[in-house]
């Protein structure tokens, strides 16, 4: 699974491109280029490599679509999912719906965690991050503190 790090600036073009930083570019050729955008939980969208992308669709073929949660989870989780394809100038295209989604206009944040790259407009990215805990430390220890490897 690949581990991405790093919060990068870009600006997206009048076709709606961005492209890729050199710091993430140099961790996908590790891990290849092949991706796939989608919608984010919260009003971002997630960048995924192909391979993680198709372990998350395995994951949703377990749920039973016969119960109606499922099926709106599946609708919901996939809807807006494509593939990203980096062009010959390692530029990626936003498909038009996945920008009103996330309120993408000019400004963007590409956040990477753990096997993902998120996709922020800036000023929502911004907004969240002023959400931070008043108290990190204790969101830590709840979240963190059950760990068997926590050091």
């Given amino acids: 699974m690949p581990r991405f790090s790093g919060e990068y600036d870009c600006k997206l073009d009048s076709k709606g491109r961005f492209r890729l930083p050199a710091g993430l570019l140099k961790q996908l050729e590790e891990v290849g280029k092949a991706l796939v955008v989608n919608r984010g939980i919260e009003k971002c969208l997630v960048l995924y490599t192909k391979s993680d992308w198709d372990k998350k669709v395995e994951e949703l073929e377990k749920l039973n679509p016969y119960i109606e949660k499922n099926r709106q989870f599946i609708r919901y989780f996939m809807r807006g999912s494509s593939d ?10 936003i498909p038009k719906r996945l920008k009103e989604y996330a309120t993408i206009d000019k400004e963007i944040i590409l956040f990477a965690y753990l096997n993902r790259i998120e996709i922020w407009a800036k000023e929502a990215y911004d907004n969240m991050l002023g959400d931070e805990p008043e108290d990190f430390s204790a969101l830590a220890e709840e979240v963190m503190g059950d760990t068997d490897d926590n050091g």
């Fill in 84 to 93: 990203a394809t980096l062009d010959s100038a390692d530029r990626l295209l």
